[in-house]
């Protein structure tokens, strides 16, 4: 059974950091790109970093700068470093895995697997 676990959210402090941490397990995604993505109270769930096999990243442009996926050795494992939080990055964040190519990484449709999300909440 495939089962992603996010886990690392919390309540900060506006400029504060977190780390965000996603475990896959049940199959191996050696092949996929996994990627966050986040989802505040009454609105849609928006693309905020994907991590291909490749290593190669992309960002939403409000966290370019701010914000670090990578992936662990093991290739199942993602994180996220967040730094310079602000009060608009507050939502439930969500990990996936995906085979999607090109621009459509950002596309949540595309997406096989979630977890179940963790909350970040950033105070003024």
């Known amino acids: 059974q495939v089962q992603l676990v996010e886990s690392g959210g919390g309540l900060v402090q506006a400029g504060g950091s977190l780390r965000l941490s996603c475990a896959a397990s049940?199959?191996?995604?050696?092949?996929?790109?996994m990627g966050w993505f986040r989802q505040a109270p009454g609105k849609e769930r928006e693309f905020v970093a994907a991590?291909?096999?490749?290593?190669?990243?992309y960002y939403t442009d409000s966290v370019k700068g701010r914000f670090t996926i990578s992936r662990g050795n093991g290739k199942n494992t993602i994180y996220l470093q967040m730094d310079t939080l602000k009060p608009e990055d507050t939502a439930v964040y969500y990990c996936?895995?995906?085979?999607?190519?090109?621009?459509?990484?950002?596309?949540?449709?595309?997406?096989?697997?979630w977890g179940q999300g963790t909350q970040v909440t950033v105070s003024l």
């Open positions: 049940g199959r191996s995604f050696t092949s996929y790109a």
């Open positions: 996936g895995v995906s085979r999607a190519i090109l621009s459509a990484i950002r596309d949540p449709g595309m997406y096989y697997y």
């Open positions: 991590i291909r096999t490749n290593s190669h990243t």
